[in-house]
């Protein structure tokens, strides 16, 4: 079945240090890809998507790039703020009305 | 604020009883998403609508029901709830049926159940 593996937190970092957090997913098909960040008592927000291979999404900094070949999204920022923390998920959908997510990683940025 | 409207934000109540949860999506969406949220379990997808009628479902229990009414709001029943079903629930609206969209979503409703 289609799934996503990201991985664990927390992830603490230094303001301005460079962010990468990895995620890998299986899935048939041609899945859209997407990252959602969850900021402290809020509810998810969509932060960047890409929908076919080799497409780059980016948002405020934040990039990421669809890697078919490594079935891999790995959410990076070259340059992190204490407002960056957050809990960061990957999700993909290659189908309507199911969007399957990680489990999550807490990032903690710190002055 | 994302326009999506959960109530109530806390609820606790006693094992085996029902409680009813409800959504009211961005204004002009028409799919409305149901989300459990638990340490252990994650972000699992519940069920999804689409202007008023079923369009999918996931890891939804037979204890669990929901519906969309003809204004669109959303409403999740949970009954004869066990400790388990303590957790995180999130509804998130769209504009489309698809899901190559992007999903709004509220700020969930936290269930305690003693």
């Known amino acids: 079945g289609n799934s996503v593996t990201q991985m664990e937190g927390p992830v603490t970092l230094s303001e301005e240090a460079f962010l990468t957090i990895n995620c890998t997913y299986t899935a048939t098909g041609y899945p859209s890809l997407f990252w959602y960040v969850q900021y402290p008592g809020e509810g998810l927000q969509l932060l960047l998507k890409a929908t076919k291979a080799d497409d780059k999404g980016s948002n405020k900094g934040f990039e990421a790039t669809y890697r078919k070949e490594t079935t891999s999204f790995h959410l990076e920022k070259g340059s992190v703020q204490v407002s960056d923390s957050a809990v960061y998920f990957c999700?993909?959908?290659?189908?309507?009305?199911?969007?399957?997510f990680g489990q999550g990683t807490e990032l903690s940025v710190k002055p | 604020d994302s326009g999506v409207t959960q109530t109530p934000k806390h609820l606790i109540t006693a094992t085996g009883q029902r409680v009813t949860l409800r959504c009211s999506p961005r204004?002009?969406?028409?799919?409305v998403y149901w989300y459990q949220q638990s340490l252990d379990q994650g972000l699992q997808f519940l069920i999804q609508y689409y202007n008023g009628e079923e369009r999918a479902k996931g890891n939804i229990l037979e204890r669990f029901s929901a519906q969309q009414f003809p204004d669109l709001h959303s409403e999740l029943n949970l009954s004869s709830l066990e400790l388990g079903d303590s957790a995180l629930y999130f509804c998130?609206?769209?504009?489309?049926?698809?899901?190559?969209?992007?999903?709004?979503f509220g700020e969930g409703s936290r269930l305690t159940v003693l």
């Open positions: 204004s002009g969406d028409l799919s």
């Open positions: 998130a609206s769209s504009v489309r049926d698809s899901m190559i969209g992007e999903l709004f």
């Open positions: 999700a993909l959908t290659n189908q309507g009305g199911k969007l399957i």
